[in-house]
């Protein structure tokens, strides 16, 4: 929460994430991800939490206060460990191992909606 709230405050550089960190979004990604853990829901909490905070601590690495950039580092390089990765290398090499599953995903789901004669617009 407190690494969304100053992401918010401090961002001035193109971020890819930048559309979501605005104040109007705390409800969404921020009380609605505390909401799923306090339900005991962490798997669905899971994807959002990594896409909210890893942004937000990379928002706060890049424009945020001197002061906090080596707790927030710090947290950053915690997460990563927690994910088992290594490198920024690692970090890309999933990323764009998860972008071709998603092609692949919406390229499927596009045939089914396609060849599927019921489904329509």
Do not use: T
Not at 11 to 27: A, V
Not at 75 to 83: A, D, G, I, N, S
Not at 105 to 111: C, M, R, T, V
């Amino acid at each position: 929460m407190q690494a969304f709230d100053l992401a918010v405050k401090v961002r001035r550089s193109p971020h890819p994430f930048q559309h979501k960190l605005n104040p109007h979004q705390r409800g969404y990604f921020v009380d609605k991800c505390r909401s799923l853990l306090d339900a005991g829901l962490v798997e669905q909490a899971v994807g959002w939490m990594l896409a909210f905070y890893g942004s937000s601590i990379n928002v706060i690495l890049a424009d945020g206060p001197d002061e906090v950039k080596p707790k927030y580092a710090a947290r950053l390089k915690l997460l990563m460990e927690m994910l088992g990765i290594d490198s920024p290398g690692e970090l890309d090499e999933r990323y764009l191992r998860m972008k071709d599953l998603d092609e692949q995903f919406f390229k499927l789901a596009w045939e089914m909606i396609h060849g599927n004669p019921n489904i329509f617009d």
